[in-house]
């Protein structure tokens, strides 16, 4: 379809666990405009996918969104009323599950029976294709202990979706901007090989993304960079004109914020070189990109450059890693440093060297710390109970009197890496004093790394349900 006005598309979620109240903001803002819109969801991480495949192995059923009924029933019958099309990655590892979910979920709601098109091909295991991945030298990737590979689709499989009138679109991976350039692209009957309007519209996915990161909630740094009202922050929406400009903004009537600053940062976000942001649809450069005000919340972006799209698509592999420990217990009260620093000794001490154990020292080191202790153990140096500087030490004593202990063990072994928590626990009476609050669990691993297969090996479907 071709159309000379713009079209809007917001955001309903930035990752899996968003806030479920965020979309129905967007969708009466979208409604509101009387123009042609859309939502997106973009719910999947590289660990919430192999976690997907994970729950799919464990059960057919399972595998896709855990918060998807949730996360639409606010708005699915909003949506199907006045034509605001859903395009979600949220089928992750069962697209089609989450399709026979939403049909479910429209029944119980009373709504007409949403036309549904399920995306998929992005599953490289189940495609025999693991042979055929690559490093990213071009050599072999090993595929002992793979429970997932799954290929980043672009937007042409969503596009034919929308082209064949669809009311919601379910995908398993594809990259995150392409759920809006889908929209943009079907509205405006671009063509991928438009490489400029490509540009424009993967930028605009990419702002969209992260949800409300863009309107004011990554940006936040109280007395630096404040932000209105963040406990009701309003998610992202684009004005997509015809020729590739757009004006990004947030849903009405909600807080947060959008100016130059906080749609600088997310442009920047997660883009290693702002000259080759590499995705299926386009290599994005982004080093010409202007910004201007256009109003309160409102800002004007152009000028993105597109390239050739890369030859070979990314692909998400999943391994099995064994299983992993976690365990905490605090101190409080003076010397709560001490104390914690003491416990983390007597369990690595328990523990020995059958397992592989990380501690944190939550307040002290965690963020900065490793998995060899070195921050942790240079914190101890300067100022735990061996420090030297007797100012130091007042001043620790003073600040810190509240801290956390945090135990985690990997390994083969279910029972072995159970015994973090067995340890952890019994430091209510073996010691130090003043433990308290101990939380423990032990859950399998899973670890991720990222591979290339060749774009025509992999064959994107779409299938109408519904």
Same mark, same amino acid.
Request: glycine letters at 10%.
């Given at each position: 379809?071709?159309?000379?006005?713009?079209?809007?598309?917001?955001?309903?979620?930035?990752?899996?666990?968003?806030?479920?109240?965020?979309?129905?903001?967007?969708?009466?803002?979208?409604?509101?405009?009387?123009?042609?819109?859309?939502?997106?969801?973009?719910?999947?991480?590289?660990?919430?996918?192999?976690?997907?495949?994970?729950?799919?192995?464990?059960?057919?059923?399972?595998?896709?969104?855990?918060?998807?009924?949730?996360?639409?029933?606010?708005?699915?019958?909003?949506?199907?009323?006045?034509?605001?099309?859903?395009?979600?990655?949220?089928?992750?590892?069962?697209?089609?599950?989450?399709?026979?979910?939403?049909?479910?979920?429209?029944?119980?709601?009373?709504?007409?029976?949403?036309?549904?098109?399920?995306?998929?091909?992005?599953?490289?295991?189940?495609?025999?294709?693991?042979?055929?991945?690559?490093?990213?030298?071009?050599?072999?990737?090993?595929?002992?202990?793979?429970?997932?590979?799954?290929?980043?689709?672009?937007?042409?499989?969503?596009?034919?979706?929308?082209?064949?009138?669809?009311?919601?679109?379910?995908?398993?991976?594809?990259?995150?901007?392409?759920?809006?350039? @889908?929209?943009?692209?079907?509205?405006?009957?671009? %063509?991928? #090989?438009?490489?400029?309007? $490509? &540009?424009? =519209?993967? /930028? !605009?996915?990419?702002?969209?993304?992260?949800?409300?990161?863009?309107?004011?909630?990554?940006?936040?740094?109280?007395?630096?960079?404040?932000?209105?009202?963040?406990?009701?922050?309003?998610?992202?929406?684009?004005?997509?004109?015809?020729?590739?400009?757009?004006?990004?903004?947030?849903?009405?009537?909600?807080?947060?914020?959008?100016?130059?600053?906080?749609?600088?940062?997310?442009?920047?976000?997660?883009?290693?070189?702002?000259?080759?942001?590499?995705?299926?649809?386009?290599?994005?450069?982004?080093?010409?990109?202007?910004?201007?005000?256009?109003?309160?919340?409102?800002?004007?972006?152009?000028?993105?450059?597109?390239?050739?799209?890369?030859?070979?698509?990314?692909?998400?592999?999943?391994?099995? @890693?064994?299983?992993?420990?976690?365990?905490?217990? %605090?101190? #409080?009260?003076?010397?709560? $440093? &001490?104390? =914690?620093? /003491? !416990?983390?000794?007597?369990?690595?001490?328990?523990?020995?060297?059958?397992?592989?154990?990380?501690?944190?020292?939550?307040?002290?080191?965690?963020?900065?710390?490793?998995?060899?202790?070195?921050?942790?153990?240079?914190?101890?140096?300067?100022?735990?109970?061996?420090?030297?500087?007797?100012?130091?030490?007042?001043?620790?004593?003073?600040?810190?009197?509240?801290?956390?202990?945090?135990?985690?063990?990997?390994?083969?072994?279910?029972?072995?890496?159970?015994?973090?928590?067995?340890?952890?626990?019994?430091?209510?009476?073996?010691?130090?004093?003043?433990?308290?609050?101990?939380?423990?669990?032990?859950?399998?691993?899973?670890?991720?790394?990222?591979?290339?297969?060749?774009?025509?090996?992999?064959?994107?479907?779409?299938?109408?349900?519904?």
């Amino acid at each position: 379809m071709t159309a000379q006005g713009a079209v809007l598309v917001g955001c309903g979620a930035g990752f899996s666990g968003d806030r479920l109240d965020a979309p129905l903001p967007v969708v009466r803002s979208l409604v509101r405009s009387r123009r042609p819109a859309a939502i997106m969801f973009e719910t999947l991480g590289e660990r919430t996918l192999a976690l997907a495949q994970l729950a799919r192995l464990e059960d057919p059923g399972r595998g896709y969104e855990p918060l998807l009924e949730r996360m639409l029933e606010p708005i699915l019958a909003l949506c199907l009323e006045h034509r605001v099309a859903i395009l979600g990655n949220f089928g992750a590892a069962n697209p089609p599950a989450a399709a026979k979910a939403i049909r479910a979920l429209a029944q119980r709601l009373g709504c007409r029976a949403p036309r549904i098109a399920v995306v998929t091909g992005d599953d490289l295991v189940a495609g025999a294709m693991l042979a055929h991945l690559e490093q990213e030298d071009g050599s072999p990737c090993a595929s002992e202990r793979v429970l997932s590979a799954n290929a980043y689709l672009g937007a042409q499989p969503l596009i034919d979706a929308l082209a064949a009138d669809a009311d919601v679109v379910v995908t398993g991976r594809v990259a995150d901007p392409a759920l809006a350039l @889908a929209a943009f692209a079907h509205h405006h009957g671009w %063509s991928l #090989a438009q490489r400029e309007r $490509v &540009a424009a =519209g993967t /930028l !605009a996915g990419h702002l969209l993304e992260c949800g409300a990161q863009v309107s004011g909630g990554y940006y936040a740094d109280p007395g630096f960079k404040d932000v209105p009202d963040p406990h009701r922050i309003g998610f992202p929406i684009v004005e997509m004109r015809s020729d590739g400009s757009f004006v990004i903004g947030k849903a009405d009537d909600t807080g947060g914020l959008v100016d130059r600053h906080t749609v600088a940062e997310q442009i920047l976000y997660e883009i290693h070189d702002p000259s080759r942001y590499l995705t299926p649809d386009v290599v994005l450069d982004v080093t010409q990109v202007e910004i201007a005000e256009a109003g309160p919340n409102r800002v004007a972006v152009g000028g993105a450059i597109g390239h050739a799209r890369p030859e070979r698509l990314k692909v998400t592999v999943g391994h099995e @890693a064994g299983w992993i420990g976690e365990a905490e217990i %605090s101190y #409080a009260g003076p010397n709560a $440093v &001490a104390r =914690g620093q /003491l !416990a983390i000794d007597v369990v690595r001490r328990r523990l020995g060297d059958d397992v592989r154990m990380r501690a944190d020292l939550i307040g002290v080191a965690s963020v900065f710390n490793d998995d060899a202790g070195r921050f942790l153990d240079a914190c101890a140096a300067e100022g735990g109970h061996e420090a030297r500087d007797q100012d130091v030490r007042e001043r620790q004593a003073r600040e810190l009197r509240d801290v956390r202990v945090r135990i985690a063990v990997a390994g083969e072994s279910k029972e072995l890496v159970a015994r973090a928590g067995e340890e952890v626990l019994a430091l209510y009476t073996c010691g130090p004093a003043g433990g308290g609050g101990v939380r423990s669990s032990v859950r399998r691993r899973i670890a991720t790394s990222s591979a290339y297969i060749a774009r025509e090996r992999v064959a994107p479907s779409v299938e109408i349900v519904g």
